[in-house]
């Protein structure tokens, strides 16, 4: 009798766990890959309504550049980094390239790797930056996908 109990535990279990829901990860990469897109859209127009939707407002947030001196933590020094450099620049276009989104089982974390070539003009001056290692960390909340931590390097 004792072994019948703990088989109907176990298969009650079984049964139970297979009920659970289980996050649809095609439709959270495809999240993940609009606020990705919405990332480039945001810096090519200069965007700061945009870019506020596609971050965390969080204090620990971290972004680190391709200078030594460019780490920037919370959305606050983001947010001031970002208007200047939209203020600064008369234009940007970037193309992306060999994009990997991965996404946890969980469905509540993703990250990604990217290349991007940056064509940028200052003062009428064009400077191109190609190769541009883009990485990156973000997290589902309450359904809306927010970048947690992006990280550049330019290759040597």
């Excluded at 606020?35 to 127009?45: A, C, G, Q």
């Excluded at 919370?74 to 620049?89: C, I, P, R, S, Y």
Aim: net charge negative; proline share 2%.
């Amino acid at each position: 009798m004792n072994r019948f109990i703990a088989l109907a535990l176990v298969i009650c279990l079984l049964v139970l766990s297979s009920c659970a829901p289980h996050p649809d990860l095609d439709a959270a990469n495809k999240q993940v890959k609009a606020v990705l897109d919405n990332l480039i859209k945001s810096s090519e127009m200069k965007d700061m309504e945009l870019t506020s939707k596609i971050y965390a407002h969080d204090a620990d947030m971290v972004i680190i550049g391709t200078d030594s001196s460019e780490r920037i933590i919370g959305w606050e020094n983001l947010k001031d980094v970002l208007e200047k450099q939209f203020t600064a620049t008369d234009s940007s276009k970037l193309s992306v390239k060999d994009q990997v989104i991965n996404v946890n089982k969980s469905g509540n974390a993703a990250w990604f790797s990217e290349v991007i070539d940056w064509d940028i003009t200052f003062n009428g001056e064009t400077s191109k930056i190609e190769g541009l290692r883009t990485t990156g960390v973000l997290e589902n909340r309450n359904g809306n996908w927010v970048i947690v931590q992006l990280h550049y390097s330019i290759p040597n």
